[in-house]
C-alpha cells in the first residue's frame, strides 16, 4: 500500500490522507494559468519594448495627434510615452524580476498545494517584488495606468484569498 500512497500523502499523527480544501485548490490552478501567463507576459514585453516605444513616440509626434479623441490622448501622453521609455531602457532587469517573481509564485502555490505554510511566504514575496521592482525602475506612473491597475487589484485579490486559506496549511 505504501507504493500506491506515498507518506507525504498522509497526516503524520492519524494516517488520515491530506485533501486540499477545493478553495485552496482552486487558487493554485489559476496560480499556475497566472504563472504561465505572466511567463509569456513577461517575454512578449522584453521582445517589443522597442517597438511599442517607437509606436508611442510615432503617433504623439505624428500631425493626427490633436485630432484624437481624450480617451487616445489619454493612453498617449508624456507620462505614458516615459513610463514607455523607462520600460525599454529597463527591460532587462524588469525581465528578471518577472520571472523570478513567477517562479516564486510557481513554488509557493506548489508548496501550498502540499499544505505547507512555507508555500504562502514564497507566493507572497512572488507578488510583491515584481511590483517593487516596476516602482524602482519605472516609477509609480507604470502601476497608475489601466493595465497598472487591473494588475495591483488581481494581486490584492489573490493575496487576499490565499490569506483567507491560511487555516489550511501547516509548519
Known amino acids: 500500500m505504501s507504493e500506491l500512497n506515498p507518506p507525504s500523502d498522509f497526516l503524520p499523527t492519524t494516517g488520515e490522507k491530506r485533501v486540499i480544501p477545493s478553495g485552496l485548490n482552486v487558487l493554485t490552478i489559476l496560480t499556475f494559468i497566472g504563472c504561465a501567463i505572466g511567463l509569456l507576459g513577461s517575454a512578449w ?51 528578471l524580476i518577472s520571472i523570478i517573481g513567477v517562479a516564486l509564485c510557481f513554488f509557493g502555490a506548489l508548496q501550498m498545494r502540499q499544505l505547507k505554510k512555507q508555500g504562502y511566504t514564497l507566493y507572497l514575496v512572488g507578488e510583491i517584488i515584481p511590483l517593487i521592482g516596476t516602482v524602482i525602475f519605472i516609477g509609480v506612473g507604470a502601476l497608475t495606468g489601466f493595465a497598472g491597475i487591473i494588475a495591483v487589484c488581481i494581486t490584492l485579490l489573490f493575496i487576499l484569498l490565499y490569506t483567507g486559506q491560511r487555516k489550511y496549511l501547516v509548519n
Open 45 to 95: 514585453n522584453f521582445m517589443n519594448a522597442k517597438k511599442g516605444l517607437d509606436q508611442m513616440e510615432a503617433a504623439i509626434n505624428s500631425p493626427n495627434y490633436d485630432n484624437m479623441p481624450a480617451l487616445a490622448k489619454k493612453f498617449m501622453s508624456p507620462e505614458a510615452l516615459e513610463v514607455a521609455r523607462k520600460s525599454y531602457e529597463n527591460r532587462v532587469p524588469i525581465n
